[in-house]
């Protein structure tokens, strides 16, 4: 898990990925990389999902993972298909127990205290703040982070250009995840430049 959050932290930005022809996991994972952004977040929102991963995870420069991963054979799935690490929007403490016991670091999806309780009875040190916008966004994780002082977060949700580095300006918040940087409408014309220059920008926002 260190090595991961390590790796999210340098980043700043997971990109949440829905991808629903995997011919297109090739050019969107180079756009990913040249944009100097080289992380993915592939969530189990298409049925595309298992072979995106498993080509993005083929290059050896990215750090894939698995996202609304909702259920244990997800998680195993995931991972044959080369996922570093699992997402899930919430806390299901029998995927969250499988994916510890198989070794597979996950970001459980929480927005309660006792969600957070649970993580940590799972040693979760890094929670999803999902979804961030909705459940009151930055307020409500720093009043969150009060009680949990080890505990730190991967908000996702309503989270764009307009407000990341609001976020990232919390010492507790070691990444957000975004989609607007990997938009469909940036590659629908089968062109990915729109995406890479958009991670560019998305990475330059970030780093100011």
Not at 14 to 19: N, Q, S
Not at 153 to 165: A, D, E, K, S
Not at 170 to 194: E, I
């Amino acid at each position: 898990m260190n090595k991961i959050c390590e790796q999210l932290e340098l980043h700043r930005l997971v990109p949440v990925i829905a991808l629903d022809d995997a011919s297109r996991a090739e050019p969107l994972a180079e756009a990913l990389v040249a944009g100097g952004l080289p992380v993915a977040e592939v969530t189990f929102r298409t049925p595309a999902a298992l072979q995106v991963i498993e080509r993005m995870a083929k290059r050896g420069d990215l750090l894939v993972g698995a996202g609304t991963v909702l259920n244990i054979e997800q998680a195993n799935q995931a991972q044959a298909a080369g996922a570093s690490f699992l997402v899930s929007p919430g806390f299901n403490p029998k995927v969250v127990s499988h994916a510890v016991s198989i070794g597979m670091p996950i970001f459980p999806g929480v927005c309660t205290p006792t969600e957070i309780e649970q993580a940590l009875e799972h040693e979760i040190e890094v929670v999803k703040f999902f979804p961030a916008e909705a459940f009151g966004g930055l307020a409500t994780i720093k009043a969150l982070a009060g009680p949990y002082r080890t505990l730190r977060f991967l908000p996702t949700g309503g989270i764009g250009p307009q407000n990341v580095r609001d976020y990232l300006a919390f010492d507790r918040v070691v990444a957000c995840g975004g989609s607007w940087m990997v938009s469909p409408s940036l590659y629908a014309t089968g062109d990915f430049d729109p995406v890479r220059q958009a991670v560019a920008e998305a990475v330059a926002l970030v780093r100011q």
